[in-house]
């Protein structure tokens, strides 16, 4: 399944709009514009919170836990000493870990579950500076790895303050 992931422009904290490939909002990421460390609802379109995304502040580098009902479903953590081609690390809760690596500056990498690509994640599709595009494979939860990209574009641009 592919995705439109756009940072709006102009909101207080840090939100996202999410289209599905056929351009319907299916997603609405409402970034907490007054708290210590990230923190970020992921909800659909009628409101409801299908995971909170929070930073953790104490921890070595940047590190996020997802959260579903209470219970964090999955931790993502950047890789340190990487120059150039950064990694992340997630443990998923009751599933084989993930590793996301490539170009994050530019929007450009992919994740991974041992040797298979799961997600692509690429600027390239769309032509909009503050849009980039994600492809999920349909076995994967869905939320989940829009999740992990959004923790990613949040830990590799915390100053873009909206702007892509």
Not at 70 to 91: D, M, N, S, W
Not at 128 to 150: K, M, N, W
Request: proline letters at 1%; glycine letters at 8%; hydrophobic letters at 40%.
């Amino acid at each position: 399944m592919r995705y439109l992931l756009k940072q709006r422009l102009i909101s207080f904290g840090d939100d996202f709009n999410i289209k599905d490939e056929a351009g319907n909002d299916v997603y609405f990421v409402d970034g907490k514009a007054i708290s210590i460390g990230d923190k970020l609802s992921f909800q659909d379109m009628t409101g409801t919170e299908l995971a909170f995304i929070k930073q953790r502040i104490l921890a070595w580098g940047r590190t996020y836990e997802i959260m579903r009902g209470g219970e964090a479903i999955a931790v993502v953590r950047k890789q340190p000493l990487a120059l150039i081609h950064h990694r992340f690390a997630v443990t998923v809760s009751g599933a084989s870990e993930l590793e996301a690596e490539g170009n994050f500056l530019d929007r450009e990498y992919t994740i991974r579950r041992g040797d298979s690509v799961i997600a692509t994640v690429s600027k390239r599709w769309f032509s909009l500076s503050d849009s980039y595009g994600i492809e999920v494979d349909t076995a994967e939860d869905q939320v989940l790895i829009l999740a992990c990209a959004v923790v990613i574009d949040e830990s590799c641009h915390p100053d873009d303050e909206g702007r892509h």
